[in-house]
């Protein structure tokens, strides 16, 4: 059985991936939920249940995401309860301190809402991106790996490579000939 799941873990892999060839924000969003929904059914099969419930609640996450640029509500209103959830979340379903890693991993995640810094976005990029190749890891998700230690990768590989002087918006105005 443990094939199986690893196959279903594989498809949410290409999903997630697929998610990033879509034209728009819509389409992305909605692969991106697709990719998650079956990440929850990875971890699920696998007994990870923190991941599981990470996985699934980052539909909900993705989605009111999308509702507050729509609807311009305020970041922190709309990341509070977020918080708040996954909190909830790390205490209904910690066993051991490797659970709390995707809890830790969603947390972090949700620092790019926030901030408009390249290099503090890669860099909770890459802390996300650890903790979740830990827990991978320990719970035996063999495209987990490959999807964790892949990004985790590119990340830093963009974080080492370095911004032109007068930094990303002087490098652009100068290709745009401004």
């Given amino acids: 059985m443990n094939v199986l799941y690893q196959m279903i873990g594989f498809g949410a892999l290409i999903t997630m991936g697929l998610s990033y060839w ?9 692969w991106q939920v697709v990719a998650n929904l079956i990440f929850a059914i990875h971890y699920a099969l696998l007994h990870a249940l923190s991941g599981a419930v990470c996985s699934f609640f980052q ?3 993705l989605m009111l995401f999308l509702l507050q640029e729509r609807f311009r509500w305020n970041k922190v209103a709309t990341a509070m309860p977020i918080a ?6 790390a205490v209904l379903t910690y066993e051991t301190p490797v659970t709390l890693l995707p809890i830790l991993a969603s947390l972090v995640a949700l620092l790019p809402f926030f901030q ?16 979740w190749l830990v827990y991978v890891i320990a719970v035996r998700s063999y495209s987990g790996m490959v999807t964790e230690s892949v990004l985790t990768l590119i990340t830093a590989a963009s974080l080492m490579k370095k911004e032109p002087k007068g930094g990303a918006e002087q490098e652009y105005a100068r290709i745009k000939g401004r």
């Fill in 116 to 131: 408009s810094n390249k290099r503090v976005i890669q860099g909770a990029g890459i802390v996300s991106g650890l903790s």
């Fill in 22 to 30: 879509q034209k728009d924000k819509r389409m992305i969003l909605l």
């Fill in 84 to 89: 708040a959830v996954f909190l909830l979340i």
């Fill in 59 to 61: 539909i909900i996450v």
